[in-house]
């Protein structure tokens, strides 16, 4: 029984390229959630999605970011015109319903951006 | 909102030595409450949770207790190894369903 798939797990990204990247569930689940981690700090939330559907983007910028879950595919969440600003490590998470349940991750994607 | 707070690392413990990572809570109601680590490299991994008052959550001889007085589910271990060195987060969630706020995190390193 697959676990959450991220990838790439490492992305290099000149400055004003976009990075995409890519977040399968686990089987079954259906609420997928984005975080970012900068260095030696905590995960930070970003958007909560369900399948077709933003339910809470309230931790994302505004400008550049964007995220998706569409009805067949993984969920992407997408960065346009990336900053140096943006390097960190984005972890995707799911769970099986929305309320109480323990999140799984998966391992990450690390962004950099030169 | 909820919030949590988490004791800053770093840990630095010899093996078999006790440990504990202080997390206290602010919250609406009584969520349950979860302990993640994060072994270098990787993503974070559910260790242990609680759903209610006086609950004990426990696993791979890591044990935390829902205080509800206290506000708090203080991570302790009996005995540590050079193994359990990661980072752990103390975690609760928000916003009506299960977006997580996350501690910063609290680094542990255990020689030998």
């Known amino acids: 029984n697959a676990g959450v798939m991220q990838n790439p797990r490492h992305l290099v990204r000149r400055r004003g390229q976009e990075a995409r990247l890519r977040c399968s569930p686990m089987?079954?689940?259906?609420?997928v959630y984005w975080y970012r981690q900068l260095p030696e700090e905590g995960l930070k939330f970003m958007v909560y999605l369900q399948k077709e559907n933003i339910i809470d983007e309230s931790g994302m910028p505004k400008e550049r970011f964007s995220a998706e879950f569409p009805k067949e595919g993984p969920s992407i969440l997408r960065i346009q015109q990336v900053v140096r600003g943006d390097s960190a490590a984005y972890f995707c998470?799911?769970?099986?319903?929305?309320?109480?349940?323990?999140?799984?991750f998966g391992d990450g994607t690390r962004l950099s951006i030169l | 909102g909820n919030s949590v707070t988490q004791m800053e690392g770093p840990v630095t413990l010899s093996e078999e030595a006790f440990l504990t990572i202080n997390c206290t809570y602010t919250?609406?109601?009584?969520?349950?409450l979860f302990w993640y680590v994060q072994y270098p490299g990787e993503g974070l991994q559910l260790l242990l949770k609680a759903t209610k008052a006086d609950d004990k959550g426990s696993n791979k001889g890591f044990e935390a207790t829902y205080r509800k007085e206290t506000t708090s589910f203080h991570l302790e271990k009996g005995s540590v190894q050079v193994s359990d060195s990661a980072v752990y987060f103390c975690a609760l969630p928000s916003g009506g369903y299960n977006k997580l706020i996350f501690g910063a995190g609290t680094r542990l390193a255990v020689h030998p």
């Open positions: 089987k079954g689940h259906s609420h």
């Open positions: 998470a799911s769970s099986p319903t929305s309320i109480n349940q323990p999140q799984h």
């Open positions: 919250a609406t109601g009584y969520p349950s």
